[in-house]
């Protein structure tokens, strides 16, 4: 109710003459809290990481989400959008020629958030680890002296993830 009357002061102060229900403010309020919330987050004091990509996929799904419910978020929502996926895609997209795998890595190293990947982004993650670990063995950089590496198997999709790994490769370092 106090903010309600700020408000109401602050508008009338300025002449600004706002016409506006406040079951629309409300209304705006609900839709940018998962921005405000991931924002906070992300700027606090424990974001990881591994919780970058996962945050971004969460307001992706909101937005769209947001548009569909309701045809008078369309174009802010169109446009958030587009702004996460230019100013995100040397994280996000996979295709794009300056992307920078530490954010998939971290998240692919994290259990709890890996499984929010997408196929697409899971199973380049996979693949670039893969292709990290067995550079890092060949090297001899590596503290084990063997192991099996499944080969990444990307042509079955769970959520990302492969039900089934392709073909073992020993690989024997130093």
Request: net charge negative; glycine share 6%.
């Amino acid at each position: 109710m106090l903010l309600k009357t700020a408000i109401i002061d602050v508008c009338g102060d300025r002449l600004w003459g706002i016409e506006f229900q406040w079951s629309d403010v409300e209304k705006y309020v609900s839709f940018l809290k998962p921005l405000a919330v991931a924002t906070t987050y992300l700027e606090g004091d424990y974001p990881t990481a591994a919780s970058i990509i996962p945050e971004l996929l969460s307001l992706q799904e909101h937005f769209l989400k947001a548009k569909e419910i309701d045809s008078s978020f369309k174009r802010i929502c169109d446009q958030i959008l587009f702004e996460i996926q230019s100013r995100f895609k040397t994280i996000m997209d996979v295709t794009d020629a300056n992307f920078d795998m530490t954010s998939l890595m971290c998240t692919m190293l994290n259990p709890s958030k890996t499984l929010e990947l997408p196929g697409e982004l899971f199973d380049e993650g996979k693949r670039r680890l893969y292709e990290f670990l067995k550079t890092e063995m060949e090297q001899g950089l590596c503290l084990v002296s063997e192991i099996q590496l499944p080969v990444p198997n990307t042509s079955q999709e769970c959520n990302g993830a492969s039900s089934e790994e392709g073909p073992s490769t020993n690989l024997i370092t130093g």
